[in-house]
């Protein structure tokens, strides 16, 4: 008798994922003509929290993380993680990163550790922060958090980090970045592979939530429910708790799949159009590489608008606090152009007409 189907479907989700993996760590050693090493395993521990499993002695295969919280998305990717590295020549281990936001927040993060090492992860550590307050919480938080996996990335020298982001997540994404109104690009959700090299890897984007809980269930894995996550002060919490099901109330069953849809043919839509922005935005410049106001004129808006937006961010603004209504106000020095002053933008840059030529810069 085969897994439970909730099972299976994780697995198929994760063995996908590192085939991708293995066969792009290949590539990348035929092309450089050794395997990347892997760091000795005192360098590996150097910064990070406790306690910690050494580095398995396979420096010829690529290692692979995977970020657990210790809830249910997170716990069924590591479970699915371990069982497939197994049978692949591929390295497994767990981050979990203490935010320090909850009372007790260090010893659940170390029962977290303790389970990944029972699953045979190794390294497994806990990573612990400090979170600021730019931005809010939530953003405040997934900053320190997205800086910890990048940190522990390098020194253990992973070639990816697995995220539990699941359908239903996906989603909550789309509605976020629709309430907002930042663009084609905030409807296109998360990429299923992102950050530097394509470091994360999102395997569940087309499993719901119900599956991965499930999964948890049918292997008796315990799961710890952040108590964030019911927390009406959060805006994702709102929207998991009352948004969406409203939705669904209102429009019937499907509303989630939908989204999840809309987000990979807004990505499709957006990649193209940067892809175009790119191209244009080394024509609209003059020989001293200052963007001409009459040629970005000429620019269909959707293409305009991401060259000014890649101007603004060269330029020192940045790119997460820099938003659509930033960039409307800048696109008007050159579809509305009435004499107006310097429009001011985040990091202290400016965007100012002068004689025919955009200048962004900081001020």
């Keep these: 008798m085969g897994p439970h189907p909730a099972v299976a479907a ?37 910064g990070a929290g406790r306690p910690s499993v050494a580095l398995p002695e396979r ?35 767990g981050i979990t990163v203490d935010h320090g936001l909850q009372d007790g927040s260090d010893l659940r993060a170390a029962e977290v550790v303790a389970r990944l090492a029972a699953m045979d992860l190794g390294p497994a550590e806990v990573v612990a922060v ?32 697995l995220l539990g982001h699941t359908r239903d997540d996906q989603a909550e994404t789309v509605l976020l970045g629709l309430a907002r109104g930042s663009g084609i690009r905030s409807l296109s959700g998360m990429a299923a592979a992102s950050g530097p090299a394509g470091r994360y890897r999102r395997p569940f984007l087309q499993l719901d939530r119900q599956t991965a809980r499930t999964a948890c269930l ?31 109330k209102a429009l019937g069953k499907g509303v989630v799949e939908a989204l999840a849809r809309t987000a990979q043919l807004s990505r499709d839509d957006a990649d193209a159009l940067d892809t175009w922005a790119a191209e244009a935005g080394r024509d609209v410049r003059d020989d001293a590489g200052r963007l001409e106001c009459a040629k970005l004129y000429a620019l269909p808006p959707a293409v305009r608008r991401r060259v000014l937006r890649r101007a603004a961010i ?34 202290r840059v400016e965007a100012r007409r002068q004689g025919g030529r955009l200048v962004i810069r900081q001020s």
């Design 59 to 93: 420096p010829d295969t690529p290692l692979v993380l995977v970020a657990c919280s210790g809830g249910a998305d997170s716990m069924a990717l590591a479970s699915a993680l371990a069982f497939e590295a197994r049978k692949l020549p591929v390295r497994a281990g």
């Design 314 to 347: 060269e330029a020192g603004s940045p790119a997460g606090s820099l938003f659509a209504r930033h960039i409307e106000e800048v696109d008007r020095l050159i579809t509305g152009w009435r004499g107006q002053q310097a429009i001011n933008l985040p990091g």
């Design 130 to 161: 400090r979170v600021g307050h730019e931005g809010g919480p939530e953003a405040a938080a997934r900053d320190a958090r997205y800086a910890a996996l990048d940190a522990a990335a390098e020194r253990h020298g992973a070639a990816a980090v």
């Design 10 to 46: 994780i697995r198929l989700a994760v063995r996908r994922v590192l085939h991708d993996v293995i066969d792009e760590f290949a590539q990348q050693t035929e092309r450089t003509g050794h395997a990347a090493r892997a760091p000795h395993p005192e360098l590996a521990r150097a």
């Design 218 to 248: 049918a292997q008796s894995l315990p799961v710890w429910d952040d108590p964030h996550n019911i927390d009406p002060a959060y805006t994702r919490s709102r929207l998991r708790h009352e948004g969406l099901p409203a939705l669904e």
